[in-house]
C-alpha cells in the first residue's frame, strides 16, 4: 500500500475517537494532506474504531477519486475537509467528530469559548458556531469557509464539530480540548456558572505565549 506511514496516523486518531467516545457507530471522519498534495481520508459508512489500511481512500483536492476499495469510498462530508485545505494552505489534518458535550452546545446553537483556563485561552481561543447546514450538500463546507484561516476548531450546528490544524495530531488534540472545553463548561455551570479569566489576566497571557 502507499503512503504506509500516514494510513496508520489515520488509523490510530480514528481508533482515539473511537475510544474516547468522541464519536460513535460510523459517525466521523478523518484527513490528511499527504506530500503529494492528495488527500487521504477515510471512508464512507464505517467505524472509526475498526479500520484497516486498504480501506482508506485517497482523492484529490478537486475531489476526484484516485484510490478506493470497492463500497468504500469517501465519506460525503470529505467536501467539508477539502474546503479546509483549499482555503488554508497551513491545514495538514482535519477531524470531524460528534463529541457528546460539543454537540449538545451545537445542538443548542451554542458556544462555549469563554475564557476561563489558561491554556484554552492560549491554544483554543476562539470556537465559532457554523450554521446549520444540510448533511452532504455544498452548503456544509460553505458554512465552515467564514471560519477556516482565522481558527483551528468550530461547532457545527445541530451536528457536531471541526477541527484542523498543521497536523493530523494537531487536529486531534484540538477536537479533544474542544470537548474537554465543553464539559467544563457544562460542570461549572451546574455549579452556579462560569467565572471569566479577568481582562488582566487575559492580557498577561497574550504577552507572555503571544496568542
Ligand atoms: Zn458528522
Known amino acids: 500500500m502507499d503512503f504506509p506511514k500516514e494510513r496508520q496516523a489515520i488509523i490510530e486518531v480514528g481508533q482515539r475517537l ?17 506530500p ?33 476499495m470497492e463500497g468504500k469510498g469517501p465519506s460525503s462530508e470529505i467536501k467539508m475537509h477539502l474546503r479546509v485545505y483549499e482555503r488554508d494552505q497551513s491545514a495538514n489534518g482535519v477531524v470531524h467528530a ?19 483556563m489558561p491554556e484554552t485561552v492560549v491554544a483554543l481561543p476562539s470556537i465559532p458556531l457554523a450554521g446549520y447546514a444540510t448533511p452532504s450538500t455544498h452548503e456544509v463546507p ?9 481558527t483551528s476548531a468550530c461547532l457545527l450546528e445541530h451536528h457536531g464539530a471541526l477541527t484542523w490544524g498543521p497536523s493530523l495530531e ?25 467565572r471569566r479569566l479577568s481582562d488582566e489576566r487575559i492580557m498577561r497571557l497574550k504577552e507572555i505565549f503571544g496568542t
Open 18 to 34: 473511537y475510544d474516547r467516545g468522541l464519536v460513535v457507530a460510523n459517525d466521523g471522519n478523518v484527513s490528511m494532506r499527504l
Open 36 to 68: 503529494d498534495g492528495s488527500i487521504l481520508c477515510t471512508p464512507t459508512g464505517v467505524s472509526k474504531g475498526g479500520m484497516t489500511p486498504e480501506m482508506l481512500p485517497r482523492v484529490s483536492l478537486d475531489g476526484t477519486v484516485l484510490y478506493a
Open 98 to 116: 460528534h463529541p457528546p458535550y460539543a454537540t449538545a452546545f451545537a445542538i443548542r446553537g451554542e458556544t462555549f469559548d469563554a475564557p476561563m
Open 142 to 150: 460553505d458554512s465552515i469557509e467564514p471560519f477556516v484561516g482565522t
Open 170 to 194: 494537531q487536529a486531534m488534540l484540538s477536537m479533544e480540548r474542544l470537548e474537554y472545553m465543553a464539559t467544563v463548561t457544562a460542570i461549572t455551570r451546574q455549579l452556579g456558572g462560569e
